[in-house]
């Protein structure tokens, strides 16, 4: 059985224990089984990538007792989850990109409490919880459970960005934007009632202040409702040099974050064809930032412009591909045209010129 399964299976039987029951081991283990039963009933009726919030955390120490609860790198990106709610969540990327961000409520929520390894929950005190999970790939999920109609419909998260940098529109996604370039951004926001019906949600920004309004009050609802923001920082959860080379050349090896699958496909953009062309639209230029960034080994072993055309080929021609593997070997294609019979020769070119 696998990690997330096993997640998953302990939280649905820790909360089929606790139903009508009050815990004998005070308010925090109350919390700590009423929103792992939470997140594992909504993981569980999951219907896309986005509200799977139990699948693929992190395997990170996480302890309620120190001033983090967690303080981990995770796919090259660290991840720091205070005990106080009042100390900002920072996400810093291994190409030194950082973004902190304060919880809703932190004023007057308590301390953290450990759910899992991954996973920790806040109690704000006002009908609502909000749960941060660390994902293996380096994302950061920040999950509100909504417990009845007297919590609050507006949920503020106030992102402290580098200097300059600005909160985009992309669909109904929001990207993070420093000098042209993507460094970080949200997935469209989402809620769910405790039926599987969505809840209407959007986001409202100033500046870099973004609010989640979920519309939870009135209409046909079931509570708990849970709702969340995905942030995420990298597109790829590794970027590295192969071990063993091809043809006396480097092989470098680029596999896709979860996050970075989602903006690849479009999700993160709203979905339908639109949003897929701009994934493949950012997958091409922050993607291959993100990867030349590395540096070091990278950098040396990925300076060949045929890799950068395998690349392309990848981000805009190759949607199936599992591991990209961008092989310095491979000649380059005469003006840049890896596009011609890419359905013969999947990235995986041998001559110079059209075939």
């Not at 909000?130 to 106030?158: F, H, M, N, W």
């Not at 496909?265 to 709203?270: E, F, V």
């Not at 339908?272 to 091409?284: C, H, K, P, R, S």
């Amino acid at each position: 059985m696998s990690r997330p399964t096993m997640v998953l299976s302990g939280f649905l039987a820790a909360g089929a224990l606790a139903l009508g029951v009050t815990s004998p081991a005070g308010a925090e283990e109350e919390l700590k089984t009423e929103t792992g039963s939470v997140l594992a009933e909504v993981t569980s009726k999951s219907t896309s990538r986005a509200t799977e919030v139990l699948n693929g955390v992190a395997n990170v120490s996480t302890d309620s007792t120190g001033d983090a609860a967690i303080d981990a790198t995770v796919a090259g990106t660290d991840l720091i989850i205070p005990t106080d709610p009042s100390d900002p969540i920072t996400v810093k990327s291994h190409k030194g990109d950082v973004i902190s961000v304060e919880l809703p409520f932190a004023d007057k929520a308590a301390d953290a409490v450990v759910v899992a390894d991954g996973v920790v929950a806040f109690d704000n005190r006002n009908a609502s919880t909000t749960a941060a999970i660390a994902k293996g790939e380096g994302s950061l999920q920040v999950v509100t459970i909504i417990d009845s109609a007297s919590a609050p419909t507006r949920y503020v998260y106030e992102f402290n960005l580098p200097e300059g940098a600005e909160v985009i529109a992309a669909g109904t996604t929001l990207l993070f934007i420093d000098d042209g370039k993507l460094f970080g951004g949200l997935a469209p926001a989402w809620a769910k009632d405790s039926a599987g019906r969505d809840v209407p949600t959007r986001y409202e920004v100033t500046g870099a202040t973004i609010t989640q309004v979920v519309e939870h009050v009135g209409g046909e609802v079931t509570y708990p409702v849970v709702a969340d923001p995905w942030i995420g920082l990298a597109l790829f959860q590794n970027i590295s040099v192969a071990q063993k080379e091809e043809k006396g050349q480097p092989v470098v090896n680029l596999d896709l974050s979860g996050w970075g699958w989602a903006v690849y496909i479009g999700i993160t953009q709203g979905g339908g064809a639109v949003g897929f062309a701009a994934g493949q639209a950012i997958l091409n230029t922050a993607g291959w930032d993100e990867a030349w960034s590395k540096g070091g080994r990278v950098r040396r072993a990925l300076d060949k412009p045929s890799q950068r055309q395998q690349f392309s080929c990848h981000a805009l021609g190759a949607l199936a591909a599992g591991t990209w593997n961008l092989e310095k070997y491979r000649p380059n294609r005469i003006g840049g045209d890896w596009w011609s019979h890419a359905y013969i020769h999947h990235c995986n070119w041998n001559t110079s010129y059209r075939e």
